[in-house]
Structure formats: C-alpha cells, structure tokens
C-alpha cells in the first residue's frame, strides 16, 4: 500500500507542478497579449487565444482577470520573446521558447542546462531548420466527425484532422479532435472554428520535427532529462525536440 500511494502521490505531485506551470506560461501570453493589442479580448486575437487557452487547462477566471489588470498598469514587467537553439545528446535538436524579463538570466540558464546535459547551445538557425511551425487546435472530439469537419475547414487552411486523447491534473481522459495547419493559415483557420462555435481548447502555435531520432532507452532518458531541466525553469514557455 505504501509504494501504490506514493505513486499516487508521485503522479499527483507531477500533474500540480504541471498545472502550476500552465498558468505561469499563460499568464506571461496574456501579459504580453494585453501589452501588444490591449485588454479587449474582441479586438486582440492574442488575447482571446490565451483566454481560450486558459480555459483549456481550467485556469481560474479571477487569475485570468488579474493578469489582465495587471498587464494594463504600467508598473506591470515587460517580456521579450526569445528564442534558444541548440542540440541534446546523441544529435537530437532542441528548440527553447521562452518569455523573459531578464534575457541575460535566461541565456545563462539554457547555457548551463545545456552544458549540465552534455548538449550544446547553438546559434541562430543552427538547429530550428529541423522543425516545421504549424498552428495546432485541439478541439473537444463530442459531437465532431473527422470527415466532416475536415471538408468543413479545408479551405480555411486545415492540412490535417485527426483524434486523439489528453490526461488532466486530476486523471480525466478527454476525447479531442486535432486541427493542424500551415503557420500563415493560423489566423483565419481560428476565425473559422471561432464562427462555427466549436469548442476550441487549445490553440497554439507549435514547432513539429520534419524528421526523429530513434535511440536506445538509456540514450533517450538522457535527453529527457535534459528537456526535463528546460521545462522545470519558469522563463521557458515550450520546448521542442526531434527525439521519436
């Protein structure tokens, strides 16, 4: 009994530090959202993504609120957008994404989670060549047909419709539809479903490998232990690997 529960436990851990960590990551997109276009999430498409977004992982209205009040003062911290290239072990590339009030912390820290990896920070260009960005919608699969909603969105961008199925923080499996499109096509593609009210829970902007790297299980935990070290640090938003 002792082990199960701390499993259990282990898990529970896991998936708070997640949720935790979600609405750290969509607060600084609202902050940012509200500074770039204003409060009003029917002007500022940005905006309305990280609402819906903050909905996707049952954010609270009142944080969701206060980020926006808060991103409306001038006291509030600006975040500059950066973006970190470099290679795991074993030649996976990896691609950081961060939103940072100090780049001069956030540099030092990739650098060291690289080093500590045995990875290497690379430069511009040196290793996002390897992915394809894509805008990604993940839709609540209850009352959608693949087909119909793939004929339905193909000219407003939609290169790929499929299902697939998400764990919350407290254990619950929801059944999701998945909209993929080419990045220039974002924008009208979630204009698209925004007019056909289809529940949208999640929608972003995201880094796809054009190819993987297959590796033995020993070689594959220590990249992920690596990924691991990116996503546990507060100024990182998303991180992208070519690991299969």
Same mark, same amino acid.
């Given at each position: 009994?002792?082990?199960?529960?701390?499993?259990?436990?282990?898990?529970?851990?896991?998936?708070?530090?997640?949720?935790?960590?979600?609405?750290?990551?969509?607060?600084?997109?609202?902050?940012?959202?509200?500074?770039?276009?204003?409060?009003?999430?029917?002007?500022?498409?940005?905006?309305?993504?990280?609402?819906?977004?903050?909905?996707?992982?049952?954010?609270?209205?009142?944080?969701?609120?206060?980020?926006?009040?808060?991103?409306?003062?001038?006291? =509030?911290?600006? $975040?500059?957008?950066?973006?970190?290239?470099?290679?795991?072990?074993?030649?996976?590339?990896? @691609? %950081? /994404?961060? #939103?940072?009030?100090?780049?001069?912390?956030?540099?030092?820290?990739?650098?060291?989670?690289?080093?500590?990896?045995?990875?290497?920070?690379?430069?511009?260009?040196?290793?996002?060549?390897?992915?394809?960005?894509?805008?990604?919608?993940?839709?609540?699969?209850?009352?959608?047909?693949?087909?119909?909603?793939?004929?339905?969105?193909?000219?407003?961008?939609? =290169?790929?419709? $499929?299902?697939?199925?998400?764990?919350?923080?407290?254990?619950?499996?929801?059944?999701?539809? @998945? %909209? /993929?499109? #080419?990045?220039?096509?974002?924008?009208?593609?979630?204009?698209?479903?925004?007019?056909?009210?289809?529940?949208?829970?999640?929608?972003?902007?995201?880094?796809?490998?054009?190819?993987?790297?297959?590796?033995?299980?020993?070689?594959?935990?220590?990249?992920?232990?690596?990924?691991?070290?990116?996503?546990?640090?507060?100024?990182?938003?998303?991180?992208?690997?070519?690991?299969?």
């Amino acid at each position: 009994m002792g082990r199960a529960f701390e499993f259990r436990k282990g898990r529970k851990m896991k998936r708070w530090d997640r949720m935790s960590k979600d609405f750290t990551r969509i607060g600084k997109e609202i902050v940012m959202a509200v500074k770039e276009n204003g409060p009003n999430p029917d002007t500022n498409s940005r905006l309305r993504t990280a609402i819906q977004n903050a909905k996707g992982v049952n954010m609270p209205k009142d944080r969701v609120d206060a980020a926006i009040k808060r991103a409306s003062s001038r006291e =509030e911290k600006d $975040y500059q957008e950066v973006v970190y290239e470099g290679y795991a072990p074993h030649g996976v590339a990896i @691609v %950081v /994404e961060t #939103a940072t009030d100090n780049p001069t912390r956030t540099v030092a820290n990739v650098r060291m989670y690289f080093n500590r990896g045995n990875g290497t920070l690379g430069t511009s260009g040196s290793s996002d060549y390897t992915f394809t960005r894509k805008g990604v919608f993940k839709l609540a699969a209850e009352g959608l047909d693949r087909d119909e909603l793939e004929l339905e969105l193909i000219d407003f961008g939609a =290169e790929d419709v $499929y299902e697939d199925q998400e764990e919350d923080e407290h254990g619950h499996v929801t059944n999701l539809m @998945v %909209v /993929e499109c #080419a990045f220039p096509d974002f924008g009208q593609l979630q204009k698209a479903l925004e007019e056909k009210g289809v529940n949208v829970i999640s929608a972003q902007l995201q880094r796809v490998p054009n190819t993987t790297v297959s590796l033995d299980e020993e070689q594959a935990e220590e990249v992920l232990k690596l990924i691991d070290r990116f996503e546990e640090d507060d100024d990182v938003q998303a991180v992208y690997h070519t690991l299969g």
